[in-house]
């Protein structure tokens, strides 16, 4: 399952905004991107579900600091572990 979670948010790392509020549309491309790759795997509305709390989680756990930093061209693996940790919490939505 890591290795799945791997392969869907790691090219949204290097998409991610600052987040303060989630500006503009960051947000929803977030869940956006994630669905997409997701539902390769699951149905539309787990995707969703799924995406949704994994933006959520991961507008938790980073900061818009750390969300910047991802931002660019290479992405420091501790904070992209800390993404992928964040949106494993919400792997329940997947079943």
């Known amino acids: 399952m890591k290795r ?3 392969a869907f948010l790691t090219p949204l790392a290097f998409a991610l905004p600052a987040f303060a509020d ?3 549309n960051a947000r929803e ?3 956006a991107e ?3 790759t997701t539902q390769l795997e699951h149905s539309s509305v787990k995707a969703e579900t799924f995406c949704g709390c994994a933006a959520d989680e991961v507008a938790k756990d980073l900061s818009t600091e750390e969300l910047e930093a991802m931002g660019g061209d290479a992405v ?5 572990e800390r993404l992928i940790a964040a949106a494993q919490s919400c792997t329940s939505e997947l079943e």
């Open 4 to 6: 799945h979670l791997i």
């Open 22 to 24: 989630w500006p503009d």
């Open 29 to 31: 491309n977030f869940v």
């Open 34 to 36: 994630c669905v997409e």
């Open 76 to 80: 420091d693996p501790a904070i992209q």
